[in-house]
């Protein structure tokens, strides 16, 4: 199989500079499973007893808006599209509004899901209740994917990141890869358990697993960076998609393409919270592919927004002046 057009445009050689004011590509972000986050905190966790926790905040949430967000952060342009129902959905696409991210809300029946974070003080530890997401019922998602195909006929990156909510098959995500193949569109998904495995041979021009969803991806332990990337590369070579990042957490991340393989290593930073790490790091990824920074140097770009991300609190995801900072310091080695 030859090397796809979607990669062929995208440079592999690093630029040095980047010019913020140059005319960046329309990049969309898809959340099939949103949330409301209702994060607090509280001195101590104790059973069957009335806690007060401190004032409540509240987020937009789900993959795909949180990669918006970070984007947003970085200085970036990009319109989320999600399905939202109820007064929740309605005060989701409140949150968005007021942080002024373009969005397109496809209203559904049921009511939008919450998710509830609180950090216990004496400990510092954080406990997070994920509900599960509401129903879409069989002419929603159909509507969803017949928005987002309208939607991307003018993108050129869609991110399609997080979960599948009850009632949306697990192929979701490989039906919006068959129905975008050979557009200009560039097809970005970060997703795990069946969703990611309907994906093979799916042709997506970049996945970003971690190292669990790359082991549950292949059904084995990886338990050597040499294994590690000869299942990324297999995964390139079978047809699912032309560009992998294999997060590694503290530890960097393996990109990997037909063509190329490369190892990065995470800088060392504080950390506070490793919530919506990964989301940054996508961000920083395609934002720069949309600066026409090469693959290399937007991975990298990537790799310093999630560190970003971790110095932060809660929620608030990267930094645009941590991660240029982070970035070029990153370069310098």
């Not at 966790?45 to 990669?67: D, M, S, W, Y």
């Not at 998609?241 to 990065?264: E, K, N, P």
């Amino acid at each position: 199989m030859g090397r796809s057009p979607a990669l062929s445009a995208i440079s592999t050689s690093a630029i040095d500079k980047r010019d913020d004011t140059m005319s960046e590509k329309k990049i969309l972000s898809l959340t099939m499973n949103p949330s409301i986050d209702k994060n607090s905190g509280l001195r101590q966790l104790e059973p069957n007893k009335k806690l007060r926790c401190q004032e409540p905040t509240f987020a937009p949430g789900g993959g795909g808006i949180n990669v918006a967000r970070a984007i947003r952060n970085l200085g970036g342009d990009v319109k989320a599209i999600y399905p939202g129902g109820g007064p929740t959905g309605d005060m989701l696409e409140l949150l968005l509004n007021m942080e002024e991210i373009p969005n397109l809300r496809i209203k559904t029946k049921n009511w939008t899901r919450g998710n509830f974070a609180v950090i216990e003080e004496v400990t510092n530890n954080q406990y997070r209740f994920e509900m599960p997401g509401a129903h879409l019922f069989d002419d929603e998602w159909k509507n969803c994917l017949k928005t987002i195909l309208k939607e991307s006929q003018t993108a050129d990156f869609l991110v399609a990141s997080g979960s599948l909510p009850p009632g949306v098959p697990d192929d979701f995500y490989a039906q919006l890869a068959k129905n975008t193949r050979g557009t200009r569109l560039k097809l970005i998904v970060d997703a795990s358990g069946e969703s990611l495995k309907r994906l093979k041979g799916s042709g997506v021009f970049l996945l970003k697993p971690d190292l669990q969803e790359l082991r549950e991806f292949t059904g084995s332990e990886l338990l050597s960076e040499e294994d590690q990337t000869r299942a990324a590369r297999d995964i390139v070579n079978n047809g699912t998609c032309d560009v992998i990042v294999v997060s590694l957490g503290g530890d960097g991340a393996i990109l990997v393409t037909r063509d190329f393989q490369h190892r990065f290593h995470s800088p060392v930073v504080s950390i506070k919270s490793r919530v919506g790490a990964g989301d940054s790091a996508v961000a920083g990824i395609v934002l720069g592919l949309t600066r026409n920074m090469g693959l290399k140097e937007s991975v990298m770009f990537g790799i310093a927004s999630g560190a970003s991300a971790v110095m932060t609190a809660v929620n608030e995801l990267c930094r645009r002046d941590e991660t240029e900072h982070i970035f070029n310091r990153m370069k310098e080695c």
